[in-house]
């Protein structure tokens, strides 16, 4: 009985040393996590001990701030719906920004004698500010160039991964948030997804950059002798696809196939694809992965494995099938391509202040992986740079800057006229300076609906009217 009371002794010290053990690893090290916990008291003493700092843009802007209004303090923004998404709100709950700074931004770093005298005083402590990667005149030209419709934009360095400006529509007034929050959350509205980082759609033929990718690493001497006529449409077994529009492109070669999106070619070329690189080809390219991004967003996925059929690999080379994406993964793998191949981590989150203005936090671009050699990289420019030269986004064209992307036009029901309109693409060629992700719902295709979008972000970005 003594050895058998003994044994449980050690066992209960032992498990008891192993949690406290556990517990002085984790805590430290998911202290913000912690924090930021619903149930955790510490943040509604901290709200009645500081004052919640201030979020600004990159170019000094305010986005965010707390002000006194009738002895109150209130949340305020400045630019209401045209950052809603990314910035998001700090009252019935915290979503964008405002929760991923939420700890650096209810916290204050003024000296202990500093909040010692304020206190006694009656004063709350300055909060810590937080410096973002935003830039207003980007922001505000992808937000009026979206007008009335629904969909989303993603603008990126891709030399950096910094995220230049998100945005998506339909949106919402962060200000008016506690008065419209039954209106917000009915059942049906989807006012507070953000689109950009959270919406799934069939990527369509902007998938075609990822399916040229695999010819090309399964074709590397010989991918430019591909040849393929086309007549409108392509029948294999029991399944027939057809181009857009039913449009009839003749006699392509690779570049072409390419450049004038053509659904039969390119149905051609994926039952010509192993299947298993082909998987692992998405793979790398974080389909059915997580994504190197600190806010909150969706898994890109699709089917596809050594067994799937012949339907789903055709309806997968074009993008459509089961195959689902984010804006956002979009425009990382098109600013990897923009980079010579190598994905920067998005961030949005440039520095955290202290009241004084001195840095507390320096965050910075950081390389999380290599999607592709570059000479991969630079076949895909290449075709990407021939589809607005002459191709589907020919409206880039002859600009005072150049560019290079891709266009879709995503079906996402029965009827072939539904369709997502698409663009994706970076400028200048020679020296890739920003990546612009484009998708409107339901509107038509990309080449008419899309591009247009695009170039007022480009041509915001390089100072251009028109």
Known sequence: MRAQLSGCAVFFCVLFAAMAAYLCIYIPSHSEELFNNSYNSRQSILARQNTRGTIYAADGEVLAETVVEDGEEVRQYPYANMFSHIVGYSTRG????????NYDLINTSVSAAEQAENAADGLKNPGNDLVTTLDTKIQEAAYNAMGLYTGAIVVMEPSTGKILAMVSKPDFDPNEIAQDWDSLTQDGSSVLLNRASQGLYPPGSTFKIITALEYIREHPDDWENYSYQCSGSYTYGDTTIRCFHGSSHGQLDFMHSFAESCNSSFANIGMSLDREDFSTTLQELLFDQELPVDIAYSESSVS???KSSDADMIQTAIGQGKTQMTPLHLCMITSAIANGGVLMRPYEMDRVEKPDGTVLKQYGPQEYARLMTSGEAQILTELMEDVVEEGTASKLSGLSYTA???TGSAEYSDSSSDSHAWFTGFAPVENPQVAVTVII????????YAVPIAKRVFDAFFGTVG
């Open 94 to 101: 915290r979503t964008g920004l405002e929760s991923l700074a």
């Open 404 to 406: 290079a992307g891709k």
């Open 441 to 448: 719902e339901g509107i038509g295709s990309g080449g008419d």
């Open 304 to 306: 596809l494995n050594e």
